[in-house]
């Protein structure tokens, strides 16, 4: 299959999606998501679907301009960064507009988005072996898998303990993400390619 090659509006988006500048702007808002739930004192069940929401919007439309960006991948992996894009806006949206959700609702909407999320990094990995940062990629879906899974094992979970396996997840998410715009602005040519490709 060959490479998407976009036009007009999709050129654009493609060009604001590899910049640099909008990976760090993702990474810092999703860190200090995390960050922000970890010095929250008393943070309620409200506020927590609320802060999480809003980030998994961000990472929605993040995720949309991100497959745009994605020149050299194929139609496929441009499409399944895409859909991923459109679920997390799902869930984002539904998780801040719901605000009665249960802990375990939360719990499982974050679950299932996790395991999404991993399944895709994976297969987008695997089926590009030539993608610069392929092995962080691998490690990363990974762990999206087994923390989507923890989360929908534990049936009984704590607002505590689920804003605790959220906060980590977004820190060391969003300084990845970071670390990974400082390079490519640096110049790094290793993971300039790999710009277009992260969520």
Do not use: C, K
Not at 63 to 87: N, P, W
Not at 96 to 114: E, N, P, S, Y
Not at 129 to 137: D, K, S, T, Y
Not at 141 to 152: C, D, E, N, R
């Amino acid at each position: 299959m060959q490479p998407y090659t976009p036009s007009g509006a999709a050129s654009a988006l493609g060009r604001l999606g590899g910049h640099w500048g909008w990976l760090l702007a993702f990474g810092i808002v999703t860190a200090a998501a995390g960050i922000a739930a970890v010095v929250w004192p008393g943070i309620t069940l409200l506020a927590a679907a609320v802060l999480f929401g809003v980030q998994l919007i961000a990472t929605g439309i993040y995720r949309l301009v991100a497959a745009f960006a994605a020149t050299d991948a194929t139609v496929a992996a441009r499409v399944l960064l895409a859909l991923l894009g459109v679920l997390s806006l799902i869930v984002g949206i539904y998780a801040v507009r719901h605000v009665q959700l249960t802990i375990v609702a939360l719990a499982l909407l974050l679950g299932i988005f996790w395991v999404a999320n991993g399944v895709i990094e994976l297969f987008t990995a695997i089926s590009h072996r030539a993608m610069p940062g392929r092995e962080w990629r691998v490690v990363m879906g990974t762990a999206s898998i087994l923390a989507g899974v923890v989360l929908l094992a534990i049936p009984g979970i704590s607002l505590i303990t689920l804003v605790v396996l959220l906060s980590i997840w977004l820190i060391a998410f969003g300084v990845m993400e970071i670390s990974l715009a400082l390079r490519i602005r640096s110049g790094d040519p290793a993971s300039a390619g790999h710009s277009d490709r992260m969520s």
